[in-house]
T-cell receptor, first 114, second 113 residues
């Protein structure tokens, strides 16, 4: 979905480095999410946010932090990357005003920690 | 169970029908979704069904919902090679915080010519 943009698309980093993954959206949605995808494990929720003052932990938030700098921007940080954080990371948005309110996903960031 | 369950792999021949099954966790879930992920891409919403419906049809896609058994299926008629992808089932539980979805592990559909 081109309305949800993630940068970078690919990133290789070393153990112990701090990195940030960025997400921006032009959909005007208030809710934003960060998911992690590992082969055979599906998608697991890291953090989610209703607006700039609201941050909530998902089921695998340890080792991650987030910042909702504006309604349109939601960044994910790894303070000290470790190899088991190698995964595909997805940002998603949804609209609290829609009763159905599906998630709209970006194209993902593939992160490799060596 | 506590997790959304899907079989991991399905192979079909081009032109046949594909049926991907899912068992979800919460009988009070309000919406159930099917997403498609092609290689190198994000998840694309295919279709969804509201919990008060039994069936929904959208062109080649048919979704069946059995609330008693908490079972959801996606049928793709006349499957094409372009349908090869990973398909994710997801549920929105009643009262779900901030509209979050719970995903299955995904079913890899391979279509043989």
């Amino acid at each position: 979905d081109a309305d949800v943009t993630q940068t970078p698309r690919n990133r290789i980093t070393k153990t112990g480095k701090r990195i940030m993954l960025e997400c921006s959206q032009t959909k005007g949605h208030d809710r934003m999410y960060w998911y992690r995808q590992d082969p055979g494990l599906g998608l697991r929720l890291i953090y989610y946010s209703f607006d700039v003052k609201d941050i909530n932990k998902g089921e695998i938030s340890d080792g991650y932090s987030v910042s909702r700098q504006a309604q349109a921007k939601f960044s994910l940080s790894l303070e000290s990357a470790i190899p088991n954080q190698t995964a595909l990371y997805f940002c998603a948005t949804s609209d609290s005003g829609e009763s159905n309110s599906p998630l709209h996903f970006g194209n993902g960031t593939r992160l490799t920690v060596t | 169970g506590e997790d959304v369950e899907q079989s991991l792999f399905l192979s079909v021949r081009e032109g046949d029908s594909s049926v991907i099954n899912c068992t979800y966790t919460d009988s009070s879930s309000t919406y159930l979704y099917w997403y498609k992920q092609e290689p190198g891409a994000g998840l694309q919403l295919l279709t969804y069904i509201f919990s008060n419906m039994d069936m929904k049809q959208d062109q080649r896609l048919t979704v069946l919902l059995n609330k008693k058994d908490k079972h959801l299926s996606l049928r793709i008629a006349d499957t094409q090679t372009g349908d090869s992808a990973i398909y994710f089932c997801a549920e929105r539980k009643r009262g779900s915080t901030l509209g979050r979805l719970y995903f299955g592990r995904g079913t890899q559909l391979t279509v043989w010519p």
